[in-house]
């Protein structure tokens, strides 16, 4: 790499807009085959990166990839990203994920190909309008409600045990469903241990998980031209068959699927829950499956 390019290189990664977006690797990766890009330029980059990576971008579509917390859909996006060769873009998201609103620029600034976008979006009215409107094929990616929220148990317990966190950091993750008032887990809870963490997403948590996997079921059946249904329960199974039905959906002319060395979704399988919850929690966590669920999914009481 010649001085100039490491210079204009080290830039861009001290500047606000890298810390602050974090795009995946492969956009700034194809900063080294864009010609004449200034730092000026960095508002512009995802545009000037789409036209300027390889021509096998062209052919993929921009994929829109919505997921329900705690169902390795960060690495399942990133897994396609990175055999796909586009950018992963991550939209920005409200505390509460249950309130998180579509954006627009992505279907109407930027060219429609050659990306990823990865967010926790609920199938509220106004998204599946701007969905609609727009002519949005989007991936809706689930996961069992009851192996999710041991998922993120499990998490609340770790990042406080590895860091100290107060809980009040947890806000941003522990608030009730839409039109509720957001409630805080406190440290006592916490110290009690994983049984008890968990009683207390059941109660304030778990509702959220369920009706945001009922919503897009729902949207999938009146919009199946346009969402697309997998589950973490899918991709453990067969992931290959995984990729290929999103292949498929996007009409994407590829046999190439995610090496497994490049699959660094969490490890756990599903139906933990049979094993890590209180036989209460899951008489509980069960009941307030409904029978959509069922009916659509892998997912079985």
């Given at each position: 790499m010649s001085a100039d390019l490491q210079t204009r290189w080290d830039k861009i990664k001290n500047t606000s807009f890298f810390q602050k977006y974090k795009p995946h690797n492969i956009l700034f990766k194809s900063f080294y085959t864009i010609k004449n890009l200034s730092v000026k330029d960095?508002?512009?980059?995802?545009?000037?990166a789409y036209r300027n990576l390889t021509a096998s971008i062209s052919l993929v579509p921009a994929i829109s990839f919505f997921a329900l917390p705690r169902s390795a859909s960060q690495s399942i996006a990133y897994a396609l990203a990175d055999t796909l060769k586009i950018v992963q873009l991550t939209e920005a998201t409200q505390h509460n994920f249950t309130q998180n609103v579509i954006s627009v620029?992505?279907?109407?600034?930027?060219?429609?190909?050659?990306?990823?976008?990865?967010?926790?979006?609920?199938?509220?009215?106004?998204n599946l309008q701007t969905i609609r409107y727009y002519n949005v094929k989007c991936i809706a990616h689930i996961r069992d409600p009851r192996d999710a929220v041991l998922s993120l148990s499990r998490l609340i317990i770790n990042k406080y045990n590895s860091a100290g966190i107060q809980s009040r950091l947890f806000v941003t993750e522990l608030m009730s469903y839409e039109g509720q008032q957001p409630v805080t887990i406190s440290e006592d809870i916490i110290k009690s241990g994983y049984h008890r963490v968990l009683d207390w997403i059941l109660e304030h948590r778990y509702e959220s998980f369920v009706k945001w996997v009922s919503d897009w079921i729902s949207a999938r059946n009146s919009m199946k031209e346009l969402v697309h249904l997998t589950s973490y329960e899918e991709f453990v199974a067969d992931s290959d068959s995984y990729f290929r039905n999103i292949y498929e959906f996007y009409d994407i002319k590829s046999d190439k699927m995610p090496p497994i060395y490049k699959r660094h979704f969490n490890k756990g399988i599903a139906r933990n829950f049979e094993t890590e919850m209180t036989p209460e929690q899951r008489v509980y966590a069960t009941k307030m499956i409904p029978d959509l669920i069922y009916e659509h999914t892998l997912i079985r009481p």
């Open positions: 960095l508002s512009r980059i995802p545009a000037a620029r992505p279907y109407v600034e930027r060219p429609r190909r050659g990306f990823i976008i990865y967010v926790h979006l609920p199938a509220s009215n106004i």
